[in-house]
């Protein structure tokens, strides 16, 4: 079993197995009696069965079948022969606020053999590329959510409307009104050794963010789908509703989950030197600015996948209620500055911005390795980073004389730049019928089409009788 942590729901906190005898051992001691057998589709949306835990043995040699078709945007049609969801037994994880039940993630087969349209599958194939170069993808993730109440009329509104000042972040007084919400997912996320470490008020009204330790990718990612389900979880529970929509209103800022990411070799930071041995003074390797590099140069590409809906670049702006979106609008990095797309906290890592709630983070986590690698091997130079600029105040004639790009700014521009883009195709890898990326790139723009063939209220008040 792996390293225990401070307990933090009275009794034992729990320690993830890493075996099949210790998940044995949990469901014996701990009474465990069902479990989710839990998958995702393109959008990461969590898919279960929910398995009687005393037919453990069927459920890790057969896996729990669906019919895929149903069960989203997983490459099926209605003719295709059922999916196994097969268990990786070291995701187990106790349902802390239900602890007769736990979840497994699994990878997603047909016929006894990977299906390539499986999100957990594609990053596992990219971590396997990385390793055979010498490298660990370490990953960190900072998952921001609302509180909102739905009205009778489907809109919806704060879920505490004292939330009401101009500039809220960090506000002491939303956090101690909604305490015993935030304080109960703080709890499990530390019980389930995690190690919740913050949580804050973020700079919306009715916005939150707890964060925890990062972990290998693969793990950050399982870990990420199941706080996202617990946080909606636990806010039905209380008849709210927590959303990580990437904007749900107009006037804040929007939901963002950035990533955290270093390579790391035999226990060691790859991307971390002393600030003296850089000659840009930010901490980072050689190998850490070709990582950066590579994500600059297949930034406008990746975000189709790291930024995937209508709704994101609806947060990818400059201005907002509190005087800032907290959001990139370029291809740029630089040091503790967050208006880059790329910023660099502290050394040894680098934070991209661009990644947002609605990211599958399978996917995103894909693209992001396959980008940096791709710099790595080229030995891209990233160029001087843009530390001391506000981005956010940059004009087109200072914008052409750094030659920084901008990102797309909608969805239809990004899945383009995504669709001609080599690297990313090949990381996203083909599934026999197509490539990944075409697949993602249809489903997407369908996405975009039935959006944009909508005619809101903003467009009658508007130009119903201007003309």
Request: glycine share 8%; proline share 6%.
């Amino acid at each position: 079993m792996g390293v225990d942590t401070l307990p933090a729901m009275g009794g034992q906190p729990f320690t993830a197995p890493e075996s099949r005898d210790d998940v044995e051992r949990y469901l014996r001691e701990n009474d465990v009696e069902f479990l989710f057998a839990q998958f995702v589709d393109m959008h990461g949306k969590p898919n279960a069965k929910l398995v009687p835990a005393r037919l453990l043995d069927d459920l890790l040699s057969e896996g729990a079948g669906f019919a895929g078709f149903a069960a989203g945007a997983i490459g099926q049609r209605p003719n295709d022969p059922d999916l196994a969801a097969m268990p990786d037994v070291t995701t187990l994880t106790p349902l802390p606020w239900r602890p007769e039940v736990a979840r497994f993630a699994c990878d997603v087969h047909v016929e006894g053999e990977e299906w390539p349209y499986c999100p957990r599958t594609i990053l596992r194939r990219q971590l396997e590329r990385a390793r055979t170069l010498g490298y660990e993808f370490m990953l960190g993730t900072e998952l921001e959510y609302f509180l909102v109440r739905r009205r009778e009329d489907g809109s919806i509104e704060l879920a505490d409307p004292l939330d009401n000042l101009d500039q809220p972040c960090y506000d002491m007084r939303g956090l101690t009104r909604n305490l015993d919400f935030v304080s109960e997912v703080a709890r499990n996320v530390t019980w389930l050794g995690w190690n919740n470490y913050a949580t804050d008020h973020e700079d919306a009204n009715g916005q939150f963010e707890q964060n925890f330790d990062f972990a290998p990718a693969l793990t950050t990612c399982d870990r990420a789908i199941f706080f996202r389900y617990m946080v909606e979880s636990l806010a039905q529970g209380r008849g709210l509703l927590a959303t990580f929509m990437p904007k749900p209103f107009d006037h804040l800022t929007g939901n963002g989950a950035h990533f955290h990411m270093s390579l790391w070799r035999d226990g060691q930071n790859l991307f971390e030197v002393d600030a003296a041995d850089d000659p840009r003074g930010m901490g980072l390797s050689e190998l850490a600015y070709h990582f950066i590099g590579g994500l600059k140069a297949h930034a406008r590409a990746y975000i189709a996948v790291t930024a995937p809906t209508v709704s994101s670049y609806k947060r990818l702006v400059v201005g907002t209620r509190s005087g800032s979106s907290w959001a990139p609008v370029y291809v740029s990095y630089g040091y503790n500055n967050r208006t880059q797309m790329l910023r660099i906290p502290a050394p040894g890592r680098v934070e991209d911005r661009t990644v947002d709630g609605s990211c599958n983070p399978y996917l995103g986590a894909a693209v992001v390795l396959a980008a940096g690698l791709d710099g790595i091997e080229r030995r891209l130079d990233p160029g001087e980073p843009t530390t001391e600029l506000n981005l956010h105040e940059l004009t087109d004639e200072q914008r052409n004389e750094l030659g920084v790009e901008l990102l797309p700014a909608n969805l239809l521009d990004a899945t383009r730049e995504l669709e001609r883009d080599d690297v990313i195709r090949a990381a996203l890898g083909s599934t026999g019928r197509e490539d990944y990326v075409d697949y993602f790139v249809r489903t997407k723009r369908a996405e975009f089409k039935e959006w944009h063939d909508r005619v809101t209220q903003w467009e009658l008040d508007r130009y119903l009788q201007l003309f």
